[in-house]
Protein backbone atom coordinates (compact mmCIF):
# COMPACT_ATOMS: atom_id res chain seq x y z
CA UNK A 1 0.00 0.00 0.00
CA UNK A 2 1.42 3.27 -1.00
CA UNK A 3 0.53 6.66 -0.12
CA UNK A 4 -0.75 8.87 -1.95
CA UNK A 5 0.82 12.07 -3.92
CA UNK A 6 0.17 14.92 -5.52
CA UNK A 7 2.28 16.21 -8.58
CA UNK A 8 1.93 19.80 -10.21
CA UNK A 9 1.53 19.44 -13.64
CA UNK A 10 0.42 23.22 -15.79
CA UNK A 11 -0.16 21.70 -18.82
CA UNK A 12 -0.66 19.15 -20.92
CA UNK A 13 2.50 18.85 -22.46
CA UNK A 14 3.28 15.18 -23.79
CA UNK A 15 6.53 14.78 -23.12
CA UNK A 16 6.67 16.38 -19.15
CA UNK A 17 2.93 14.28 -18.88
CA UNK A 18 4.49 11.16 -20.44
CA UNK A 19 7.64 11.53 -17.48
CA UNK A 20 5.22 12.02 -14.38
CA UNK A 21 2.69 9.23 -15.34
CA UNK A 22 5.62 7.40 -15.57
CA UNK A 23 6.72 8.27 -12.36
CA UNK A 24 3.80 7.81 -10.43
CA UNK A 25 3.35 3.84 -12.21
CA UNK A 26 6.64 3.46 -10.82
CA UNK A 27 6.02 4.42 -7.27
CA UNK A 28 2.54 3.28 -6.62
CA UNK A 29 1.97 -0.40 -8.82
CA UNK A 30 2.79 -2.68 -6.51
CA UNK A 31 4.74 -4.45 -9.22
CA UNK A 32 5.27 -4.05 -12.90
CA UNK A 33 3.79 -6.41 -15.76
CA UNK A 34 5.66 -9.12 -17.01
CA UNK A 35 6.53 -10.18 -20.24
CA UNK A 36 3.33 -10.38 -22.24
CA UNK A 37 0.84 -9.52 -19.05
CA UNK A 38 -2.65 -7.76 -20.01
CA UNK A 39 -3.03 -4.75 -17.88
CA UNK A 40 -6.48 -3.00 -18.43
CA UNK A 41 -6.60 0.94 -18.36
CA UNK A 42 -10.04 1.98 -17.63
CA UNK A 43 -10.41 5.57 -18.15
CA UNK A 44 -12.90 7.98 -18.52
CA UNK A 45 -14.63 7.92 -21.76
CA UNK A 46 -18.15 9.09 -20.38
CA UNK A 47 -19.11 10.60 -23.98
CA UNK A 48 -17.93 12.26 -27.15
CA UNK A 49 -16.23 15.37 -26.67
CA UNK A 50 -12.98 17.26 -27.58
CA UNK A 51 -10.12 17.51 -24.68
CA UNK A 52 -10.46 21.18 -23.88
CA UNK A 53 -13.79 20.25 -22.87
CA UNK A 54 -12.12 18.47 -19.46
CA UNK A 55 -14.57 15.64 -19.76
CA UNK A 56 -12.63 12.89 -20.59
CA UNK A 57 -9.53 11.44 -18.94
CA UNK A 58 -6.57 13.45 -21.23
CA UNK A 59 -5.28 11.53 -24.37
CA UNK A 60 -1.83 12.43 -23.07
CA UNK A 61 -2.69 10.58 -19.62
CA UNK A 62 -3.53 7.56 -21.15
CA UNK A 63 -1.02 7.85 -23.94
CA UNK A 64 1.35 7.62 -20.84
CA UNK A 65 -0.11 4.71 -19.31
CA UNK A 66 0.13 2.76 -22.55
CA UNK A 67 3.70 3.70 -23.26
CA UNK A 68 4.63 2.71 -19.81
CA UNK A 69 2.65 -0.72 -19.94
CA UNK A 70 4.18 -1.50 -23.21
CA UNK A 71 7.67 0.10 -21.99
CA UNK A 72 7.53 -2.62 -19.75
CA UNK A 73 7.05 -5.78 -21.91
CA UNK A 74 2.96 -6.17 -21.14
CA UNK A 75 -0.37 -6.00 -23.42
CA UNK A 76 -2.12 -2.93 -22.99
CA UNK A 77 -5.82 -3.03 -23.04
CA UNK A 78 -7.91 0.01 -22.89
CA UNK A 79 -11.62 -0.13 -22.20
CA UNK A 80 -14.96 1.50 -21.23
CA UNK A 81 -18.46 1.16 -20.84
CA UNK A 82 -19.62 5.00 -22.01
CA UNK A 83 -22.92 6.31 -21.18
CA UNK A 84 -23.33 7.88 -24.62
CA UNK A 85 -22.17 7.34 -27.68
CA UNK A 86 -19.33 4.15 -28.72
CA UNK A 87 -15.96 3.50 -27.12
CA UNK A 88 -14.74 3.86 -30.90
CA UNK A 89 -16.51 7.08 -31.72
CA UNK A 90 -15.61 8.61 -28.54
CA UNK A 91 -12.00 7.19 -28.95
CA UNK A 92 -11.97 9.54 -32.24
CA UNK A 93 -13.47 12.53 -30.86
CA UNK A 94 -11.41 13.22 -27.91
CA UNK A 95 -8.41 13.14 -29.78
CA UNK A 96 -7.10 9.27 -28.74
CA UNK A 97 -6.87 8.19 -31.82
CA UNK A 98 -4.97 10.95 -33.66
CA UNK A 99 -2.75 10.66 -30.26
CA UNK A 100 -2.02 6.87 -29.97
CA UNK A 101 -2.18 5.96 -33.93
CA UNK A 102 1.40 4.04 -34.05
CA UNK A 103 0.66 2.33 -30.71
CA UNK A 104 0.40 -1.33 -30.38
CA UNK A 105 -2.84 -1.17 -28.06
CA UNK A 106 -5.99 -2.99 -27.67
CA UNK A 107 -9.32 -0.59 -27.53
CA UNK A 108 -12.24 -1.86 -27.01
CA UNK A 109 -16.30 -1.25 -25.15
CA UNK A 110 -16.78 -3.68 -22.28
CA UNK A 111 -19.10 -6.15 -23.64
CA UNK A 112 -18.56 -9.46 -21.77
CA UNK A 113 -20.55 -9.81 -18.22
CA UNK A 114 -19.00 -11.77 -15.28
CA UNK A 115 -21.62 -12.24 -11.96
CA UNK A 116 -19.54 -11.38 -8.77
CA UNK A 117 -21.01 -11.36 -5.30
CA UNK A 118 -20.50 -7.94 -3.96
CA UNK A 119 -22.77 -8.68 -0.56
CA UNK A 120 -26.16 -7.18 0.54
CA UNK A 121 -27.91 -6.03 -0.29
CA UNK A 122 -27.04 -6.12 -3.80
CA UNK A 123 -26.91 -9.10 -4.05
CA UNK A 124 -24.58 -10.28 -7.11
CA UNK A 125 -23.99 -8.20 -10.16
CA UNK A 126 -22.44 -8.21 -13.24
CA UNK A 127 -19.46 -6.80 -14.00
CA UNK A 128 -17.10 -6.73 -17.12
CA UNK A 129 -15.34 -9.81 -18.05
CA UNK A 130 -11.92 -8.05 -18.47
CA UNK A 131 -12.31 -6.25 -15.46
CA UNK A 132 -12.55 -9.04 -13.10
CA UNK A 133 -9.80 -11.55 -15.05
CA UNK A 134 -6.98 -9.42 -15.33
CA UNK A 135 -4.06 -8.80 -13.05
CA UNK A 136 -3.28 -5.65 -13.46
CA UNK A 137 -5.70 -2.54 -13.81
CA UNK A 138 -4.73 1.00 -13.82
CA UNK A 139 -7.75 3.30 -13.24
CA UNK A 140 -7.30 6.41 -14.99
CA UNK A 141 -10.59 8.90 -13.72
CA UNK A 142 -10.71 12.76 -13.72
CA UNK A 143 -11.14 14.99 -11.67
CA UNK A 144 -14.99 15.99 -11.87
CA UNK A 145 -18.25 16.67 -10.24
CA UNK A 146 -20.92 14.59 -9.87
CA UNK A 147 -24.46 16.04 -9.05
CA UNK A 148 -25.60 13.08 -7.25
CA UNK A 149 -22.17 11.96 -5.50
CA UNK A 150 -20.71 15.33 -5.51
CA UNK A 151 -17.50 14.41 -6.76
CA UNK A 152 -16.31 11.99 -9.23
CA UNK A 153 -12.92 10.55 -9.12
CA UNK A 154 -11.41 7.01 -8.63
CA UNK A 155 -14.68 4.85 -7.14
CA UNK A 156 -16.96 6.52 -9.19
CA UNK A 157 -15.01 5.84 -12.11
CA UNK A 158 -15.29 2.01 -11.51
CA UNK A 159 -18.94 1.86 -12.05
CA UNK A 160 -18.19 2.25 -16.02
CA UNK A 161 -17.23 -1.57 -15.12
CA UNK A 162 -20.73 -1.66 -15.29
CA UNK A 163 -21.37 -2.90 -18.76
CA UNK A 164 -23.99 -0.46 -20.84
CA UNK A 165 -27.00 -0.24 -20.29
CA UNK A 166 -26.92 -2.34 -17.05
CA UNK A 167 -26.25 0.82 -15.41
CA UNK A 168 -29.10 2.89 -15.64
CA UNK A 169 -31.16 -0.09 -14.04
CA UNK A 170 -28.48 0.30 -11.45
CA UNK A 171 -29.33 3.63 -10.95
CA UNK A 172 -32.93 2.43 -10.49
CA UNK A 173 -32.23 -0.02 -7.86
CA UNK A 174 -30.02 1.93 -5.67
CA UNK A 175 -30.09 5.69 -6.24
CA UNK A 176 -33.27 6.63 -4.52
CA UNK A 177 -30.99 7.06 -1.29
CA UNK A 178 -27.76 9.37 -2.28
CA UNK A 179 -25.95 6.82 1.01
CA UNK A 180 -27.52 3.47 -0.81
CA UNK A 181 -25.70 4.61 -4.00
CA UNK A 182 -22.50 5.53 -2.79
CA UNK A 183 -22.73 1.57 -1.05
CA UNK A 184 -22.68 0.04 -4.60
CA UNK A 185 -20.25 2.15 -5.69
CA UNK A 186 -17.87 0.98 -2.77
CA UNK A 187 -18.87 -2.45 -3.59
CA UNK A 188 -18.26 -2.01 -7.59
CA UNK A 189 -14.96 -0.68 -6.76
CA UNK A 190 -13.81 -3.40 -4.25
CA UNK A 191 -15.24 -5.96 -6.31
CA UNK A 192 -12.24 -4.79 -9.57
CA UNK A 193 -9.83 -3.96 -7.55
CA UNK A 194 -7.46 -1.71 -9.28
CA UNK A 195 -3.98 -1.96 -9.16
CA UNK A 196 -3.08 1.93 -8.75
CA UNK A 197 -5.42 5.06 -9.30
CA UNK A 198 -4.19 8.09 -11.23
CA UNK A 199 -6.61 11.04 -11.65
CA UNK A 200 -5.95 13.24 -13.97
CA UNK A 201 -6.25 16.73 -12.63
CA UNK A 202 -4.80 19.22 -15.02
CA UNK A 203 -8.36 20.17 -16.31
CA UNK A 204 -11.06 19.28 -14.50
CA UNK A 205 -15.08 19.80 -13.71
CA UNK A 206 -16.88 21.77 -11.58
CA UNK A 207 -20.45 23.33 -11.01
CA UNK A 208 -22.49 20.67 -12.60
CA UNK A 209 -20.45 17.95 -13.95
CA UNK A 210 -19.62 15.22 -14.91
CA UNK A 211 -20.97 15.78 -18.46
CA UNK A 212 -21.26 18.89 -20.92
CA UNK A 213 -23.11 21.26 -18.37
CA UNK A 214 -19.85 21.36 -15.89
CA UNK A 215 -17.08 24.35 -16.37
CA UNK A 216 -13.89 23.18 -17.54
CA UNK A 217 -11.63 24.41 -14.36
CA UNK A 218 -7.27 24.60 -14.13
CA UNK A 219 -6.32 22.39 -11.36
CA UNK A 220 -2.99 21.62 -12.59
CA UNK A 221 -2.52 18.32 -10.64
CA UNK A 222 -2.01 15.02 -11.17
CA UNK A 223 -2.14 12.46 -8.38
CA UNK A 224 -1.88 8.76 -7.83
CA UNK A 225 -1.79 5.77 -5.19
CA UNK A 226 -2.48 2.44 -5.05
CA UNK A 227 -5.52 2.90 -2.34
CA UNK A 228 -8.73 4.29 -4.59
CA UNK A 229 -10.00 5.56 -1.26
CA UNK A 230 -6.57 7.43 -0.04
CA UNK A 231 -6.81 8.93 -3.72
CA UNK A 232 -10.11 10.41 -3.55
CA UNK A 233 -9.86 11.83 -0.31
CA UNK A 234 -6.97 13.31 -1.68
CA UNK A 235 -8.69 14.48 -4.08
CA UNK A 236 -11.79 15.74 -2.24
CA UNK A 237 -9.46 17.90 0.48
CA UNK A 238 -8.28 19.95 -2.31
CA UNK A 239 -11.83 21.28 -2.74
CA UNK A 240 -14.31 23.52 -0.34
CA UNK A 241 -15.75 19.82 0.55
CA UNK A 242 -14.21 18.12 3.53
CA UNK A 243 -13.44 14.23 2.61
CA UNK A 244 -15.84 13.26 5.56
CA UNK A 245 -18.59 14.63 2.85
CA UNK A 246 -17.63 12.90 0.19
CA UNK A 247 -20.86 9.99 0.10
CA UNK A 248 -18.43 7.39 -1.44
CA UNK A 249 -15.67 7.53 1.31
CA UNK A 250 -18.23 7.99 4.09
CA UNK A 251 -19.82 4.74 2.80
CA UNK A 252 -16.20 2.88 2.60
CA UNK A 253 -15.46 3.99 5.78
CA UNK A 254 -19.01 3.08 7.87
CA UNK A 255 -18.42 -0.43 5.58
CA UNK A 256 -15.45 -1.04 7.66
CA UNK A 257 -13.22 -0.84 4.10
CA UNK A 258 -11.71 2.20 5.20
CA UNK A 259 -10.43 1.97 8.68
CA UNK A 260 -10.55 5.81 8.92
CA UNK A 261 -11.26 9.11 6.83
CA UNK A 262 -8.06 10.28 6.36
CA UNK A 263 -7.10 14.10 7.36
CA UNK A 264 -6.67 16.75 4.65
CA UNK A 265 -2.56 16.88 4.76
CA UNK A 266 -0.95 19.98 5.45
CA UNK A 267 0.48 22.32 2.39
CA UNK A 268 -1.54 20.48 -0.53
CA UNK A 269 -3.04 22.57 -3.28
CA UNK A 270 -6.52 24.01 -1.79
CA UNK A 271 -8.75 25.17 -4.72
CA UNK A 272 -11.29 27.51 -2.19
CA UNK A 273 -13.28 28.44 -5.35
CA UNK A 274 -13.99 24.81 -6.72
CA UNK A 275 -17.57 25.12 -7.77
CA UNK A 276 -19.31 22.44 -6.16
CA UNK A 277 -23.24 20.90 -7.16
CA UNK A 278 -26.29 21.95 -6.11
CA UNK A 279 -26.94 19.25 -3.62
CA UNK A 280 -29.91 18.75 -0.99
CA UNK A 281 -31.68 15.75 0.07
CA UNK A 282 -32.88 13.23 -2.26
CA UNK A 283 -35.87 12.29 -0.63
CA UNK A 284 -37.26 13.52 3.27
CA UNK A 285 -40.01 14.20 5.41
CA UNK A 286 -42.97 11.47 6.56
CA UNK A 287 -43.96 8.94 4.41
CA UNK A 288 -47.43 10.48 3.91
CA UNK A 289 -45.65 13.58 2.33
CA UNK A 290 -43.19 11.98 0.45
CA UNK A 291 -44.52 12.63 -3.16
CA UNK A 292 -46.12 16.35 -1.91
CA UNK A 293 -42.38 17.17 -0.92
CA UNK A 294 -40.49 15.43 -3.80
CA UNK A 295 -42.44 17.07 -6.00
CA UNK A 296 -42.09 20.77 -4.57
CA UNK A 297 -38.98 20.65 -1.95
CA UNK A 298 -36.83 18.70 -3.32
CA UNK A 299 -34.32 18.89 -5.81
CA UNK A 300 -34.75 17.86 -9.15
CA UNK A 301 -33.04 18.20 -13.08
CA UNK A 302 -34.42 21.17 -14.79
CA UNK A 303 -34.18 21.39 -18.56
CA UNK A 304 -33.14 25.15 -20.61
CA UNK A 305 -35.91 24.69 -23.33
CA UNK A 306 -33.29 27.71 -24.99
CA UNK A 307 -30.26 24.85 -25.34
CA UNK A 308 -32.65 21.98 -25.39
CA UNK A 309 -32.80 20.09 -29.04
CA UNK A 310 -34.99 17.32 -28.30
CA UNK A 311 -32.08 14.20 -29.51
CA UNK A 312 -33.72 12.12 -27.14
CA UNK A 313 -30.66 10.85 -25.51
CA UNK A 314 -32.07 11.39 -21.88
CA UNK A 315 -35.31 9.54 -22.50
CA UNK A 316 -33.06 7.08 -23.49
CA UNK A 317 -30.97 6.87 -21.17
CA UNK A 318 -33.45 7.25 -17.50
CA UNK A 319 -33.47 4.97 -15.87
CA UNK A 320 -36.93 5.46 -14.49
CA UNK A 321 -38.86 6.59 -17.93
CA UNK A 322 -39.68 9.90 -15.73
CA UNK A 323 -38.84 11.57 -19.04
CA UNK A 324 -40.92 12.69 -22.05
CA UNK A 325 -41.06 15.17 -24.76
CA UNK A 326 -42.83 18.11 -25.34
CA UNK A 327 -43.64 20.50 -27.56
CA UNK A 328 -40.16 22.32 -27.31
CA UNK A 329 -38.55 20.43 -25.04
CA UNK A 330 -38.77 17.49 -22.73
CA UNK A 331 -41.00 17.28 -18.69
CA UNK A 332 -39.88 15.23 -16.15
CA UNK A 333 -42.48 13.34 -14.35
CA UNK A 334 -41.24 14.36 -10.11
CA UNK A 335 -42.88 11.58 -9.05
CA UNK A 336 -41.52 8.72 -10.92
CA UNK A 337 -37.89 10.49 -10.98
CA UNK A 338 -35.50 8.82 -8.84
CA UNK A 339 -32.78 12.67 -8.46
CA UNK A 340 -30.12 9.98 -10.01
CA UNK A 341 -29.20 12.83 -12.82
CA UNK A 342 -27.85 10.38 -15.70
CA UNK A 343 -30.18 12.66 -17.93
CA UNK A 344 -27.60 15.86 -16.82
CA UNK A 345 -24.46 13.18 -17.56
CA UNK A 346 -25.60 11.87 -20.42
CA UNK A 347 -26.80 15.67 -22.05
CA UNK A 348 -24.82 16.10 -25.11
CA UNK A 349 -25.74 20.01 -25.31
CA UNK A 350 -25.81 21.45 -21.74
CA UNK A 351 -28.88 21.89 -21.57
CA UNK A 352 -30.03 20.13 -18.36
CA UNK A 353 -28.77 20.95 -14.46
CA UNK A 354 -30.03 19.88 -11.00
CA UNK A 355 -31.42 22.92 -9.22
CA UNK A 356 -33.64 23.14 -6.34
CA UNK A 357 -37.39 24.27 -6.34
CA UNK A 358 -38.34 27.81 -4.65
CA UNK A 359 -39.93 26.42 -1.90
CA UNK A 360 -37.13 23.97 -1.54
CA UNK A 361 -34.67 26.88 -1.73
CA UNK A 362 -36.05 28.45 1.24
CA UNK A 363 -36.32 25.89 3.24
CA UNK A 364 -32.38 25.09 2.60
CA UNK A 365 -31.59 28.93 3.20
CA UNK A 366 -33.54 28.64 6.71
CA UNK A 367 -31.70 24.99 8.02
CA UNK A 368 -28.50 26.84 6.92
CA UNK A 369 -29.44 29.83 8.89
CA UNK A 370 -31.01 28.03 11.68
CA UNK A 371 -27.34 26.16 11.80
CA UNK A 372 -24.93 28.79 11.70
CA UNK A 373 -26.90 30.60 14.87
CA UNK A 374 -26.68 27.08 16.63
Known sequence: MTTPEILLSSVYDEKIIMAQVGELLDRHLPRPPHSGQRVLIKPNLLLSAPPERGILTHPFVVKAAVKWVLDHGGKAIVADSPAMGTVQRIWKAGGFADAMEDMDLSVSEFCSEKKVAVGAPFGTIALAKEALETDLIINLPKFKTHAMMALTLGVKNLFGCVVGFEKPKWHARACIERDHFARL??????????????????????????????????????????????????CAA????????????????????????????????????????????????????????????????????????????????????AISKTSDAIAFDLKECIRCYCCVEVCPHAA???????????????????????
Open 238 to 321: MTPLLPSELPTLTAAHAMGILPYIPSPPVGIPHFPHFKLPTQSPVTFGPLPLKNLIRRHMVQRPVVDPAKCRQCSHCLEYCPAN
Open 352 to 374: LEAADPPLGRLVQRTKNLIDRIS
Open 185 to 234: LVRIAEAVSPSVTLVDGITGIQGQGPGKSGEPVHLGCLVAGSNVHEVDAL
